[in-house]
């Protein structure tokens, strides 16, 4: 039972026992695993010891007491609510210890999938990753944090203070680019249980899940001059090389004279006539969408380059 004192300043006053002088518990963190042995120790006194009337409130274990100092020790913690409670009753004093239970191979596992199944992904378009932890105490000590690849995208922790194990979803929201198809997602789960946890943070990371982003054609090649000059005889090359998920396809248009249909993303003519002269049109598609690009060649005959003025 705890001591409430209310003092008024001026008109009334009242006898108020204040404490002094609180019970220590040492260690003062208490963080055990889940069916370990735990023990703590608590003096109630060091100073003003008159009184004798101390007690340790527990819900399970053992207390021994040594002149003012009380030893509590249990074989194995189970109780996720374990509350320990110091008291000396004559000077009002008391302190709490809340151990901290956690569990050896916590969480017990981590998964990370998309909301709604969404196998496929389409550029600049928002998706939602969630990663799923079950059974982990105590969830307030858990960090989550979701990975692209090597890149920690977000950091997250639940709002819960359950101490039983609990399960529990974290989302994250992703709008992924083109740099981003073939790209791994991941989450990772760490337990930091502070200085008196152990050393090393226990921690489970997911399995790895594949990014698949579609987008429409892009063309590697800058775009062309106004018009390609080149002298009959020689080769040439009309390069529309483009990038796109699913890959894209390639259609040419050629001048009226000009031979069957191409569709390679290179049209090549190995040896340039006056009949190879006009538009050609590239057109680049795939499921999402299409792109066109255009090439104006001028084909010139030998005589125009060696009698320049005349
Ligand atoms: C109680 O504490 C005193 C002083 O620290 C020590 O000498 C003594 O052995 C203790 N008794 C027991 C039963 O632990
Ligand atoms: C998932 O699908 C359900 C039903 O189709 C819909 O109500 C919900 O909003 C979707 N959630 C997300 C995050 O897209
Ligand atoms: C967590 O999920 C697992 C598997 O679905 C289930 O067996 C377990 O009872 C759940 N735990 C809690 C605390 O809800
Ligand atoms: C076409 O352009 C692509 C991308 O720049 C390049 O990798 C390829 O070598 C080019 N092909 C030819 C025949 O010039
Ligand atoms: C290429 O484009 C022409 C004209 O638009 C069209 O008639 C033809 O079917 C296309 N070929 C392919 C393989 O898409
Ligand atoms: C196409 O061929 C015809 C006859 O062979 C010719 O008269 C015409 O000028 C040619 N057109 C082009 C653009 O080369």
């Keep these: 039972v705890e001591f409430i004192c ?35 120790a608590c003096d109630v006194c060091q100073k003003d010891c008159s009184g004798d009337a101390s007690g340790l ?64 992904m389409f550029e600049n378009q928002q998706y939602t990753l969630q990663c799923s932890v079950q059974n982990v105490a105590p969830v307030q000590s858990l960090t989550v944090t979701f990975y692209r ?26 709008t992924p680019s083109r740099e981003d198809d073939g790209a791994q997602y991941w989450c990772e789960t760490k337990l930091e249980l502070g200085p008196a946890g152990p050393q090393r943070p226990p921690v489970v990371i997911s399995e790895k899940l594949p990014a698949i982003v579609h987008y429409g054609p892009e063309l590697k090649e800058p775009p062309n001059p106004d018009v390609i000059t080149i002298t009959e005889g020689d080769t040439l090359h ?32 190995t040896s340039v006539g006056f009949e190879h002269k006009g538009q050609y049109i590239c057109t680049v598609s795939n499921t999402v969408g299409t792109v066109t690009k255009e090439f104006n060649v001028d ?3 030998e005589c125009c380059q060696i ?4």
């Design 6 to 40: 209310i003092c008024f300043l001026g008109s009334v006053s009242f006898l108020c026992l204040l404490c002094t002088e609180y019970p220590v518990f040492t260690p003062s963190a208490l963080v055990v695993k889940y069916g370990d042995p735990a023990n703590v």
């Design 57 to 120: 409130e527990h819900g399970v274990g053992k207390v021994t007491k040594n002149g003012t100092t009380m030893f509590w020790t249990v074989d194995r913690l189970t109780d996720w609510d374990i509350r320990l409670l110091c008291f000396y009753t004559s000077n009002q004093c008391t302190s709490t210890l809340n151990p901290t239970l956690y569990r050896k191979y916590l969480p017990e596992s981590v998964s990370i999938s998309f909301v709604n199944h969404t196998e496929m």
């Design 149 to 174: 690849g090597n890149t920690a995208l977000d950091h997250l922790q639940s709002r819960s203070e359950q101490k039983k194990p609990v399960n529990e979803t974290f989302t994250l929201n992703i």
């Design 238 to 269: 009309l390069n529309c090389s483009s990038v796109g998920n699913p890959s894209p396809s390639y259609n040419w248009t050629r001048p009226k004279n000009s031979s069957s249909s191409y569709t390679g993303s290179v049209l090549t003519i």
């Design 299 to 301: 084909v010139q005959g």
């Design 307 to 310: 009698l320049p003025g005349k």
